[in-house]
C-alpha cells in the first residue's frame, strides 16, 4: 500500500485529475473514492473501508484495481511519444526518397537525437545506415559506418543476452525440481556467458540483465561461493545501480516493468539474510502483483519462487490460514502453464498447501491429484516423491486409510527404486505418516514429536514442500488423535 500511496501523492494535478474523471465515467466511483481519499484527505486504511463500506478482502480488490488503472495511465502516457517516434523510424524510407538532401538529414539527427533519448538502439542502427549513405562523400561517413556497426553489434549482443536471461531461469527450473549437480554447474556457466555478454558493451541494459541473473544466482544457487568471492559486486550496491538506471531513463518501457521485477528481488534479499522489516516493505506491492508476475515475468526471473517466500512468511507470522481466502482474489484469472511444469507443480503445491492450513484437506488433495493426473513427472522423480508425500498428508488428515495406504505403497516403492540417499528427510516425513495412522496408540505423540525435531533438521534448498509443514504442537495433536477409517 505505501508505493500505491507514494505514486498517487507523485501525480501531477494532470495526470490525478484525468485519472480521477476516467474512473467516475466509467462508473468506478468507489476507486475514485479512494483515489481522493489518498491523494486528497490522507486517509488510512481503516478509515477509507469504514467510508466506502467494504471489507478487507473487498478493499484489497479495490487497492489492486486502482493501482492497475493508475499503472494503465501512465504507461498509455509513455507509450504515446514513444510510439510517435518508432512511426517516424518506419517512415524513414519515404523520407530519403522524397525530401532534399539538407531536410532529410535533419530529420534523420533529429529522430537520432529522439532516439538516444528512449534509448532504442535497434531503431538506430535504421537511422544511421541512412546518414552514413546520406554521408558516402563525405569524411563523416566514416563515423556513421563506425555508428552503425557499433549499434548493429549492440542490438546482437541485447539479442543474446535475452536469449541467456530466458535460457538461465527455463534450466533453474530443472534445477529447482531436482537438485542435480550437473545443472547446477549448467546455471553458473549461464551467468559467466551473460557477464561475458555484458562486459563487451559499456550498457546499462546489458548491465540490468545481467543483475537479474547474478543477484537470483547468489540467493538461491551458489549463495556460499558469492560470499567467498571479495570481487563479487554487493547485491546491495547492485540494487542500487540498477534503481539509478531506472530513474534516469524514466521513458524506457521495459524499464518501467522490471521496477517491479527488482522490487520481488529486493524483497528476496531481505528476506533471505532475514531482514524482515526491510524486505515487508517491498512485500504488500509485489504480493499485490503476484498473478502478473507469474504470468508474465517467467524469461525475466523464476517468479514462481515468489510464493514459496510467500508461503514461509504466513508461516512465520502465523497467518497461513488466511492464505486459501486472499488466493480466491489474487488468482481468479490465473491460468497456469501445464508445460512449464516447475512453475505449475510450485503453483499446486502453493494451492494445496494454502487449503491444508485451512484445514480444508479435500481440496488440497484435489489440487494435487488433478495435478499428478495432468502432467507426467518421469523426469523429475524426486518432485514426484515429494508432492505424492503432501498428497499421502491430506489422506491422513482426511482419516481415509484405503488412499492413504495405496498412495504410500506407490512412495515406498519409489524410495526403493531411487535409493534413501539425499532423501532422508522425505523417509522420516513419511515414517511420521505411518505412526499417525498405526493402531497403536501408546506414546504416539511422543513418537512423531521425536521424528518431527529430526525432520526439522533437514536442510533443503530445491523443492521440498514437505520441509513447508509447521511440524508444531498442534501437527503433532492433529496426527496423534487421527481416526483411520
Not at 61 to 84: A, H
Not at 261 to 277: A, P, S, V
Not at 460 to 468: D, E, Q, W
Request: hydrophobic share 40%.
Amino acid at each position: 500500500m505505501a508505493k500505491l500511496k507514494n505514486i498517487i501523492k507523485q501525480l501531477s494535478d494532470k495526470d490525478y485529475q484525468a485519472i480521477y474523471n476516467s474512473l467516475n465515467e466509467s462508473a468506478a466511483e468507489k476507486s475514485a473514492s479512494l483515489l481522493k481519499g489518498i491523494r486528497e484527505r490522507s486517509l488510512g486504511d481503516n478509515k477509507i473501508m469504514e467510508e466506502l463500506g467494504v471489507n478487507p478482502n473487498a478493499y484489497y480488490t479495490l487497492r489492486s484495481r486502482l493501482n492497475q488503472k493508475i499503472e494503465e495511465y501512465l504507461v498509455e502516457q509513455m507509450e504515446n511519444p514513444r510510439t510517435d517516434i518508432l512511426k517516424k523510424v518506419a517512415n524513414v524510407n519515404d523520407v530519403v526518397f522524397t525530401k532534399k538532401r539538407a531536410i532529410a538529414l535533419a530529420t534523420l539527427k533529429k529522430l537520432e537525437k529522439e532516439l538516444i533519448d528512449y534509448d532504442l538502439s535497434s531503431e538506430l542502427t535504421v537511422v544511421y545506415k541512412y546518414l552514413k549513405r546520406l554521408h558516402m562523400h563525405s569524411p563523416e561517413q566514416f563515423s556513421y559506418s563506425q555508428l552503425y556497426n557499433k549499434h548493429v553489434a549492440f542490438m546482437l549482443a541485447t539479442d543474446k543476452a535475452e536469449d541467456i536471461l530466458a535460457d538461465y531461469f527455463k534450466n533453474y527450473g530443472d534445477y529447482y525440481l531436482t537438485g542435480d549437480e550437473t545443472s547446477k554447474l549448467g546455471l553458473s556457466y549461464l551467468l559467466r556467458e551473460l557477464t561475458n555478454v555484458s562486459a563487451l558493451h559499456d550498457s546499462h541494459r546489458l548491465y540490468v540483465y545481467k543483475s537479474a541473473v547474478n543477484i537470483f544466482h547468489r540467493l538461491f544457487v551458489d549463495d556460499k561461493e558469492s560470499e567467498l568471492n571479495q570481487d563479487e559486486e554487493a547485491i546491495e550496491d547492485i540494487l542500487k545501480k540498477v534503481e539509478s538506471y531506472f530513474s534516469v531513463y524514466t521513458l524506457d518501457s521495459i524499464y518501467h516493468h522490471l521496477s517491479l521485477l527488482f522490487d520481488y528481488l529486493k524483497l528476496e534479499y531481505y528476506t533471505h539474510y532475514q531482514l524482515y522489516k526491510k524486505s515487508e516493505e517491498f512485500f504488500d506491492e509485489v504480493n499485490d502483483a503476484v498473478a502478473t508476475l507469474l504470468m508474465n515475468y517467467p524469461t525475466f526471473t523464476f517468479s514462481s519462487q515468489l510464493l514459496i517466500t510467500k508461503l514461509r512468511r504466513s508461516i512465520r507470522l502465523k497467518v497461513e490460514e488466511t492464505l486459501e481466502e486472499e488466493n480466491q482474489l489474487q488468482f481468479s484469472e490465473y491460468e497456469p502453464n501445464p508445460l512449464n511444469v516447475p512453475a505449475y507443480i510450485t503453483y499446486v503445491t502453493y494451492r494445496a498447501l494454502s487449503c491444508y492450513y485451512a484445514g480444508n484437506y479435500d481440496e488440497a488433495a484435489k489440487w494435487i491429484n488433478n495435478f499428478l493426473n495432468e502432467v507426467s513427472l518421469k523426469k523429475y522423480p524426486l518432485a514426484q516423491l515429494e508432492i505424492k508425500s503432501v498428497l499421502a498428508l491430506q489422506y491422513c488428515m482426511m482419516g481415509d486409510y484405503d488412499l492413504f495406504s495405496q498412495l504410500m505403497n506407490s512412495v515406498q516403492r519409489q524410495v526403493r527404486l531411487m535409493g534413501k540417499e539425499n532423501i532422508d528427510h522425505v523417509v522420516v516425513f513419511n515414517k511420521i505418516l505411518k505412526v499417525a495412522t498405526s493402531e497403536a496408540k501408546k506414546q504416539k505423540a511422543d513418537k512423531i514429536s521425536v521424528l518431527a525435531r529430526k525432520f526439522n533438521s533437514s536442510n533443503i534448498s530445491v523443492y521440498a514442500p514437505t520441509t513447508l509443514i509447521r511440524m508444531d504442537e498442534k501437527f503433532i495433536n492433529d496426527l496423534s488423535s487421527v481416526s483411520v477409517v
